[in-house]
């Protein structure tokens, strides 16, 4: 394999790795954040413990988050230094901004809440998990901003051999960007809904405070139910975003080779990206593609062939993510309407296959998000950035192939070891449940 | 554009020189860790010690990563991409040690923590020992032309390379046991009070060897007998220097750590200072040398970046001094050992 080959598997894998991590933090901040609040409002001990116990498990996913993230920034001048010396002058600014505005205040207040129980009173601690909360979310919103530029590159002039920005807020307000975040975000609340109610299944099965986890998954249920159905909503924005924007990627995202008006979307196909045709296409609903992706029923959708094969994304990979991503997504929409009507009519404990079926379901938004991603990225290329600059362009070119070698062997095996620590600890602590 | 430029090069020294000042005590601190503790409590209140900052401080590494990337794209790419296999150890460093302090006493047997003891060692030393090789072969130049790069990871353990890590070791594990004299409980920190007296010798010894190395390694001296004045940069290093050891003896940890605080930033603003306006000299030929003038990014994203700085920057520094102060005072055994969300 090449330097491009190895650089490409190596950011796909410390990527992918961090965002492992990221979507619990960002949903599960705002759920220990609403815990304590609700601690200090009411005075209620059962709140304060569901603080500590959640609280212990998001610490143990955060540090792992926050210590792989060094890597991403790195990545950058490491394995694309052409990338970085081409669009540094626009791109760099969001990261800068980001470490600048919101690492700063989440990794500082992380330390006064682990460490500040008995130092400041009450309130200044549940707003330090506010302050933690809100600077991860902001933290997403400018790592999403420039993903966003690199999705849709908006204001920047070609001058001096690379982007330069002209346009800041056309930066900030990039529609496609802000998209993603939505997206992402809301993704990120269901991974931390969903963990919250399996976790909590487990302890009521075995009939374990019942009174604890029962008002936890309450809890997560009613947040998860909001925030998957939203999660779709943006998610269909975002796509209809996307067919504007990229219309390659969308053709990939739902294997389309011959353009044509009225596009039916086909619930069951099976791409043949070998002879740029599907072998299977059916149950066809006429038209909703071409609604799905304009809003108008009759709208043209362009097929891959209409593109030369040097600029179309691997298919399979974008079309088997995508549909992988949606089926998913409807599904967390099912399971947590069932989990909020249950858990309202307080008949969890007679339930106990829905609660094994949560319980076994905490991966699957994991898997939700790591899919999309691949939506994302593989449906880029063989963009780096859409339309300007291609990723083959965009490697650094004082590497070897011996040092990436080396460096794609050691991030495997490190973040292997660490992603084992990581899930025993996780799994050791919740399950030993709020009494340790 | 070029006021833009010069400022940013400003602000691209301090935020290393503030990094190197907040991680350094950390990184001092973890080196010391395994060996300053006696047993597994005295370690675990070295450890806590530093739970609640050592985040804060290493968001002031990727800070200066992101600046160099907004500020000046090109060094930022070839730095990175040059200095590839240093900066990977660095970074398989900062990540084993950042989660050894949060694993580490999640798990109660001996060959849990002594594993991550010797995380937290080795992912503090090889940082604080590569930092210094690495601005030390900035200080002199890397081979680079208009082939790229022509040097490797040996070619950086250069005698002058290596005086410069051994300068960082030390500022940092004195700067560490300061910080343990001021901060832990239970004898720990006297223990700690004395061994930077002893450290400081050594600190002394490879400081006044790297300055009289850096007169015939470097050019760094050039730009003071052009600015006499700045001289205050190098005359407050070694001010700092001395000040650690009146304090120390004196049983002040306090305005001791104060004081290497200072010889930290002032020892990083005199290499600096001597490298102006060059972020990354070719010692090959000074025509490929990349400084604040021909690697920036352009005038119009410099602005902006600027408006961010002087905005958020003094916020950040206000809470975290406001951190620092609610977790002032010694940390005790009996502390660690009441409070069950410690590390």
């Known amino acids: 394999m090449d330097v491009l080959t190895l650089s490409r598997l190596q950011f796909a894998i410390v990527a992918a790795f961090h965002f492992i991590f990221v979507p619990l933090t960002l949903g599960l901040s705002i759920l220990v954040a609403y815990m304590e609040t609700k601690y200090v409002r009411t005075g209620d001990e059962q709140y304060l413990r569901m603080t500590k116990f959640w609280g212990k498990l998001f610490l143990i996913n955060f540090a792992i988050g926050i210590v792989t993230g060094i890597t991403l920034e790195f990545q950058f001048g490491m394995n694309w230094a052409e990338y970085s010396k081409y669009v540094g002058d626009i791109f760099g600014a969001p990261l800068a901004i980001e470490a600048t505005v919101a690492f700063f205040l989440e990794s500082t207040f992380i330390g006064l809440w682990v460490f500040g129980w008995n130092r400041v009173g009450k309130k200044m601690h549940a707003l330090s998990i506010w302050l933690v909360a809100i600077a991860t979310n902001l933290s997403a919103l400018w790592i999403l901003l420039a993903n966003g530029w690199m999705q849709h590159p908006v204001g920047y002039v070609l001058n001096n051999g690379r982007a330069e920005m002209v346009d800041f807020m056309a930066l900030v307000t990039n529609k496609y960007g802000l998209l993603k975040f939505g997206h992402t975000l809301l993704s990120g609340y269901v991974v931390a809904a969903f963990f919250v109610m399996g976790v909590s299944a487990y302890h009521i099965l075995r009939k374990r405070e019942l009174e604890f986890f029962k008002r936890s998954f309450a809890m997560a249920a009613g947040f998860g139910l909001v925030c998957s159905v939203l999660l779709a909503g943006v998610g269909d924005f975002h796509g209809s975003n996307v067919a504007k924007t990229q219309p390659t990627k ?79 997504g409807m599904l967390f929409i099912l399971l947590s309407l069932a989990a909020v009507v249950l858990s309202r009519k307080d008949r969890l404990e007679r339930t106990p296959m829905f609660l094994r079926i949560m319980l076994y379901s905490i991966p699957l938004p994991y898997i939700a998000t790591q899919v999309g991603w691949l939506v994302a990225e593989v449906g880029r290329q063989p963009w780096i950035v859409y339309g300007v600059l291609r990723t083959r362009d965009a490697v650094s070119t004082s590497i070897s192939t011996t040092q990436v070698l080396g460096s794609l062997i050691g991030f495997t095996l490190l973040y292997g070891f660490l992603g084992v620590v990581d899930i025993y600890l996780l799994t050791k602590y919740a399950k030993k449940g709020p009494a340790a | 554009m070029e006021k833009y430029q010069a400022i940013w090069f400003v602000l691209w020294g301090v935020l290393w020189a503030v990094y190197f000042m907040l991680d350094g005590f950390d990184l001092g601190a973890g080196v010391l860790e395994p060996f ?37 794209p090109a060094v930022y790419a070839e730095l990175f991409s040059y200095l590839y296999t240093p900066l990977l150890i660095i970074l398989f460093a900062l990540i084993v040690r950042g989660v050894a302090f949060e694993f580490r006493g999640k798990e109660e047997g001996a060959g849990w923590r002594r594993l991550w003891d010797a995380a937290i060692f080795v992912g503090s030393f090889l940082p604080a020992l590569l930092f210094g090789v690495a601005f030390g072969n900035i200080f002199q130049g890397l081979p680079m032309d208009a082939d790229g790069y022509h040097g490797s990871l040996v070619g950086l353990l250069n005698p002058y390379g290596l005086i410069t890590g051994a300068l960082f070791v030390l500022l940092f594990v004195v700067h560490g046991s300061l910080w343990i004299s001021m901060r832990a409980g239970n004898g720990v920190g006297e223990r700690a009070q004395a061994l930077a007296g002893k450290l400081w010798y050594a600190l002394l010894v490879v400081a006044v060897a790297f300055l009289a190395y850096t007169k015939f390694a470097t050019d760094l001296y050039n730009n003071f007998m052009f600015f006499k004045v700045m001289l205050v940069l190098p005359g407050a290093a070694v001010l700092g220097l001395l000040g650690i050891k009146v304090f120390q003896a004196k049983g002040r940890p306090g305005l001791a750590f104060l004081s290497s605080c200072v010889t930290i930033v002032m020892v990083v603003f005199t290499g600096l200072f001597g490298l102006y306006p060059r972020l990354l000299p070719s010692s090959l030929n000074p025509a490929y040398t990349l400084n604040a003038f021909n690697s920036s990014s352009s005038e119009y994203t410099l602005k902006i970046m600027t408006v961010v700085a002087l905005v958020f920057v003094p916020i950040v520094i206000v809470y975290q001094i406001l951190i620092y102060r609610v977790f002032r005072g010694k940390l005790s055994v009996e502390d660690v050992k009441g409070d069950t969300q410690a590390y």
Do not use: C
């Open chain 1, 250 to 328: 969308l053709a990939a995202m739902e294997s389309v080779w011959e353009t044509q008006s009225g596009a039916p979307m086909y619930l069951i196909v099976i791409p043949d990206p070998k002879h740029e045709r599907n072998a299977v296409e059916a149950l066809g609903i006429p038209k909703l593609l071409s609604f799905m992706s304009y809003r108008d029923w009759n709208a043209e959708v362009k097929g891959l062939k209409d593109f030369p094969p040097d600029d179309r994304p691997p298919v399979m990979i974008t079309f088997l993510s995508f549909r992988a991503m949606v089926g998913l």
């Open chain 2, 36 to 72: 300053l503790g006696r047993n597994d409590d005295e370690r675990r209140v070295i450890v806590n010690t530093l739970g609640p900052v050592w985040d804060g401080n290493e968001v002031w590494l990727i800070t200066a990563g992101g600046a160099t990337f907004a500020a000046f």
